[in-house]
Nanobody, 119 residues
Framework: QVQLVESGGGLVQAGGSLRLSCAAS????????MGWFRQAPGKEREFVGD????????HYADSVKGRFTISGDNAENTVFLQMNSLKPEDTAVYYC????????????WGQGTQVTVSS
């Protein structure tokens, strides 16, 4: 059974940092793309960034580029989202997701972790 478990959310002041973790289990994820998404109250879920285990290639949404960094620990099957220079508009529930390489849709999702940035 595939499981993605996020952790590391919390309350932080604007300008601060948080690191989210996504622990993946249930299969070998080397042929998966790991993604981070977020959903703020009253808004649609949006793409934050993704990470490929092969070569560590990453992509980011323009809204977080230069502030957020995605990395992975292959041995621990864990993906991280380092968030720096946080802004109140980064407040959202953050979700980890996974999709097989070559497919468009993310097929596995975590339960989400709340990030709140106070002004």
């Amino acid at each position: 059974q595939v499981q993605l478990v996020e952790s590391g959310g919390g309350l932080v002041q604007a300008g601060g940092s948080l690191r989210l973790s996504c622990a993946a289990s249930g299969r070998t994820f080397s042929r998966y793309i790991m993604g981070w998404f977020r959903q703020a109250p009253g808004k649609e879920r949006e793409f934050v960034g993704d990470f490929s285990w092969s070569g560590g290639v990453t992509h980011y949404a323009d809204s977080v580029k230069g502030r957020f960094t995605i990395s992975g620990d292959n041995a621990e099957n864990t993906v991280f989202l380092q968030m720096n220079s946080l802004k109140p508009e980064d407040t959202a529930v953050y979700y980890c997701a996974a999709r097989p390489v070559g497919l468009i849709d993310f097929t596995f999702w975590g339960q989400g972790t709340q990030v709140t940035v106070s002004s």
